[in-house]
């Protein structure tokens, strides 16, 4: 089956840095999404992965590593506009739906 | 332009009703989903419509679940004889096409809450 896991809850101080990691464990693998979800909102496009490697942007990054099924998304210079849930989505290429983990939720504290 | 939109909002409902909650896609995206949050849970993959193929059901958790959509606009789940495990946030998305990297764009979701 698929499995999509990442850390339920982070903290970190804003101006700092924090790395939110993703291990899946898809039937086939078609890309990585990354959205941002503030409490009430919908969910926000950050990145999308397909090839292994970094890619960066502004003050977020995000990695993968297909051959660990291993992303993370990296989140410098920290603000408290930044504490939302993140969560790693798979495309699986059973479809073009989205298999999503169970969200991060990040708390930036002053 | 305006992104997807939902209706209703918020929608409460006795256990046993019929509800019928709505999405209108943004124009000239051919791809649509409805996804289901439950309270602090991921997102759950309910149907994907794309132009006019037969639309993938796979993630229906019942046959009390349904969808429609019209041509490449507005769509509809209905959820029939309502459950109180059915609670939560349904969650519709768009995307340009149904290329895996074409990223959707999610609407602000209807909470329903079955009593």
């Known amino acids: 089956g698929q499995n999509i896991d990442q850390p339920t809850e982070m903290t970190a101080t804003e101006g700092a840095i924090v790395q939110i990691n993703c291990t899946y464990q898809t039937s086939g693998f078609n890309g990585l999404f990354w959205y941002q979800q503030h409490a009430g909102e919908a969910p926000t496009f950050l990145s999308y992965n397909v090839l292994d490697g970094l890619e960066e942007k502004g003050r977020f990054s995000s990695f993968l590593s297909r051959s660990k099924g291993y992303s993370y998304l990296l989140l410098k210079e920290l603000q408290m506009k930044d504490s939302a849930s993140y969560l790693c989505a798979v495309n699986d290429n059973a479809g073009n739906m989205l298999t999503f983990g169970g969200g991060t939720r990040l708390m930036v504290k002053p | 332009g305006a992104g997807v939109s939902q209706s209703p909002s918020n929608k409460v409902t006795e256990k046993g009703k019929d509800v019928e909650l709505r999405c209108d896609p943004i124009s000239g995206h051919t791809a649509l989903y409805w996804y289901r949050q439950r309270l602090g849970q991921g997102l759950e993959f309910l149907i994907y419509f794309q132009g006019n193929s037969a639309p993938d059901k796979s993630g229906l958790p019942s046959d009390r679940f349904s969808a429609e959509r019209t041509g490449e606009s507005v769509s509809t789940l209905t959820i029939q004889r309502t459950q109180q495990e059915d609670s939560a946030v349904y969650l519709c998305?768009?995307?340009?096409?149904?290329?895996?990297?074409?990223?959707?764009?999610f609407g602000p979701g209807t909470r329903l809450t079955v009593l």
């Open positions: 998305a768009s995307s340009l096409g149904g290329a895996s990297y074409n990223e959707q764009f």
